[in-house]
Structures are given as C-alpha cells and as structure tokens.
C-alpha cells in the first residue's frame, strides 16, 4: 500500500531548464512534507518541507508547490544544474512527537549540460 | 553539524548467518529509524524506537529485529540472513520532523 504516489521514477532535463517532481499522498491527518535529496553513495537529506497553511514555499531555487484539497504537492527546481543531479524522495507524516515518515519511491534526475 | 553512523559501508555475508548492523547518533536525538532502499521501491520503513528499550513495527519487519540499549545507538539484526535481503540499509535519526540520515550500509548475502 503505497501511501505517497511519486512521479516520475526517472527525468532528464537539459542545464537551465525547470524540472519537475510530483507527489500525491492519502492519509489527510498528514501535515508535514518534505524532500530529500540524495547523492551517490550518502544518505537522503532534507532539501525543503512545506505544511499545509501555505500553498507554496520557495528556498532559492528549490519550489514547493501544495494542492491540500487535490492532496498532490510537488517540486520545482528552477535553472536546473548538473550538480543537481540525485534522486529526490518527497515524504509525508504526522507532525509532533515521534512520527513515522512515509516516503515516496523516488525520482532519479540527471541534468545534462 | 548532526552526525549518524554506521558501522561498515560495505558488507558480504552467507545464507542463514546473523547479521549485526550498528548506527550511532552524536545530537541526542530520541528517534531512530532503520529503512531499506531498493530500486523502485524508494525507502522502506523496517523498525523504529522513540525511547531507549522501545521499539515499534515499521512497514516492512519480518526478518529483523532491533535493539536500543543506549539513546545514541539503535541496531538492526538479521536474524538469519537471506539473499532477499541483500539491499542498502540507512539509519536516520531526528528529533522533530527532519530525520537525519547515515551514509547507508550495502548488504549483500550470498
């Protein structure tokens, strides 16, 4: 049972381009979404988070998008760079206390010069 | 700067062995997590504990256990290795929401 539908698997994108990573999530007692970015060869880390009181949150060129009553979020990543290059994990949970967090399967880009 | 470890990077081990995977956080945290990461599948919750001695069920238990002694340190074991649990396993740790991840350990059995 798939709570957090991430697409797509896998995305090419050309330098200075915009791409694009979107999630949808279930569970309406979710309200706390972030991503995760992800290197070879390290462990995930936190890139943004956005609650759902705001239906966009911008961190330089990193963009949140939030759809609360579609319960799709998604991530824009503006002038795209080769450095950008990882897999992105979007993720949902309960805020508070110790939570659970159920992550999405992931989503390889590749920017390309 | 938070830091999580695991004890090997790389590990090779035969059918039926018991397997150890140690992680150590340095920030006090309360939380920690053990997930698997396999293609297409992302990452899997297996175990998690909120307190020393506690732990809870994750997603995907059968075939682990776990053990928090101390607060820094939460373990993974495989009581009896099988080849279907050749994966990249990842330790994370947090106190609120952001959880803080280790560098992972490749698993391979044979």
């Known amino acids: 049972q798939q709570q957090v539908k991430q697409s797509p698997q896998s995305l090419i994108v050309q330098k200075g381009g915009i791409s694009i990573i979107n999630c949808a999530y279930e569970n309406t007692a979710f309200d706390y979404f972030p991503w995760y970015q992800q290197f070879p060869g390290k462990g995930p880390a936190l890139l943004i988070a956005i609650r759902p009181d705001v239906s966009e949150k911008k961190e330089g060129r990193f963009t949140i998008s939030f759809n609360k009553s579609a319960k799709q979020f998604s991530l824009h990543i503006m002038d795209s760079q080769p450095g950008d290059s990882a897999t992105y994990f979007c993720?949902?949970?309960?805020?508070?206390?110790?939570?659970?967090?159920?992550f999405g399967i992931g989503t390889k880009l590749q920017v390309i010069p | 700067d938070v830091k999580v470890t695991q004890s090997s990077r790389y590990l090779v081990k035969r059918t039926g062995e018991k397997v150890f995977l140690e992680c150590v956080q340095d920030m006090d945290h309360e939380n920690m997590f053990w997930y698997r990461q396999d293609p297409g599948l992302g990452l899997r919750l297996i175990y998690f504990?909120?307190?020393?001695?506690?732990?809870e069920k994750g997603d995907i238990p059968e075939g682990y256990s776990v053990s928090r002694e101390k607060k820094e340190r939460f373990s993974l074991i495989l009581e009896s290795a099988s080849t279907n649990q050749t994966s990249m396993y990842l330790c994370a740790s947090s106190r609120w929401n952001e959880q803080f991840f280790g560098p992972g350990t490749r698993l391979t059995v044979l």
């Open positions: 993720a949902a949970s309960k805020s508070g206390g110790y939570q659970k967090v159920t």
């Open positions: 504990s909120y307190d020393v001695k506690m732990k």
